[in-house]
């Protein structure tokens, strides 16, 4: 009998906790809520995510729980966050390259109700830091401070990307007057906007990939038909093996390891040779290496900058 009203108490008890209770009885089991990981074995299955509206399940958090606002007033909060804010608080409010912090994780912008704790510090900035005064009508603070709400209420985790497409980096924030004189004194050496660079930013039109491409020097660039050209026979690298008899073959590189050197000639041949430690010697040139040189000097200002520019020659 008594084993059998445990049985009934711990099924009540589940039922309460499934509907989400924010009080479960001292005798409950630890809530399994709080850090998004998976609940502890034999813990009750959290329900069916898209639940209630809530796609991390009931509400379990305040930042959960705020009354539903008007689709209108978050859309024009949305619009001044992004136009008046998002430079340095991050388009998805996780924080910028400005300097602005992760605002979704902020106790301040948590705390608040209706704008009345962002109001302070938008109208007054934070002395001595980026966050200067900005004049936002006091409407469009509180439509600011409902959309901030919304995409907390929204989140999954402490911190984690609020719902949505996934935002675009946009990579192109250097400066391409610097990354010309850059270009100059750096890279004219061996290329040319006139000659082989030209028209690159129509061959690769994704900064991204550009980036990719020049820095790795073409031997990295996203998918092949984003503009990649074959390698040229002229950037390949080639070895040259020298015989303890002075004897020399020479050819393009196709294969090097402790045991063998395989090298390919012009005539479409190739020749593979055994060696043994250091005979023969081969020594390797690879047109790239001068181009690879180059990456333990560029500051990331430097790699910003030359892509910037080279998305210019179109
Ligand atoms: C030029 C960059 C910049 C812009 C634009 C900017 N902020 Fe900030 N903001 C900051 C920085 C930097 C801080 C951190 C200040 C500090 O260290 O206390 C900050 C702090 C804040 C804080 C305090 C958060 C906390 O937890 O202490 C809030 C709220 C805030 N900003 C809201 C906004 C809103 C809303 C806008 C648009 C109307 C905005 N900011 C525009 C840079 C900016
Ligand atoms: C010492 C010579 C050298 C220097 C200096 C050099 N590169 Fe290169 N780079 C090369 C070689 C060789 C290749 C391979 C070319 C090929 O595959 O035809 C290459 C490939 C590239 C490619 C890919 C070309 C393509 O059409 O796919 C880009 C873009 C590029 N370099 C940009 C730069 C930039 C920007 C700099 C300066 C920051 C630079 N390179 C400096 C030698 C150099």
Redesign the pocket.
């Known amino acids: 009998m008594k084993l059998r009203t445990g049985v009934i108490a711990a099924a009540v008890l589940g039922l309460t906790i499934a509907a989400g209770a924010q009080q479960p009885p001292a005798t409950a089991p630890p809530p399994t809520e709080g850090h998004g990981g998976p609940p502890p074995p034999g813990a009750q299955t959290p329900p069916a995510p898209s639940q209630g509206g809530f796609p991390q399940g009931p509400p379990r958090f305040p930042a959960h729980q705020r009354p539903p606002v008007d689709p209108a007033v978050l859309e024009r909060g949305r619009g ?2 992004v136009g ?2 998002g ?3 991050g388009v998805d409010a996780r924080g910028g390259q ?4 992760n ?1 979704l994780r ?4 948590l705390n608040d109700q209706d704008g009345e704790l ?1 109001s302070p ?2 109208k007054n900035g ?1 002395p001595g ?4 005064p ?1 004049a ?1 009508a006091d409407a469009d603070i509180t439509a ?1 401070a409902a959309y901030l709400h919304g995409l907390q209420a929204q989140g999954t985790n402490q911190g984690g990307p609020p719902p949505g497409p996934p935002v675009e980096l946009n990579i192109l924030l250097g400066d391409a007057g610097a990354g010309e004189k850059y270009f100059a004194a750096r890279c004219s050496t061996c290329h040319s906007a006139a000659a082989d660079l030209q028209g690159l930013a129509n061959r690769v039109p994704d900064p991204k990939m550009l980036q990719n491409l020049w820095v790795s020097g073409g031997r990295v660039a996203g998918p092949r038909r984003g503009g990649r050209r074959p390698p040229s026979a002229s950037s390949a690298p080639t070895a040259t093996v020298t015989f303890p008899s002075g004897e020399k073959v020479e050819g393009r590189l196709l294969r090097l390891d402790d045991f063998l050197v395989t090298v390919a000639f012009a005539d479409g041949t190739a020749r593979t040779i055994r060696r043994e430690g250091e005979v023969p010697t081969v020594e390797v040139k690879d047109p790239l290496d001068g181009h690879r040189d180059l990456l333990s000097i560029l500051t990331d200002a430097n790699m910003h900058d030359v892509t910037a520019y080279l998305a210019t020659l179109k």
Do not use: D, F, K, P
Not at 98 to 101: D, I
């Open positions: 001044v966050y008046v804010c430079a340095c608080h400005l300097g602005g912090l605002l902020s106790q301040l912008v962002i510090v938008v934070r830091t980026l966050m200067l900005i936002v600011i």
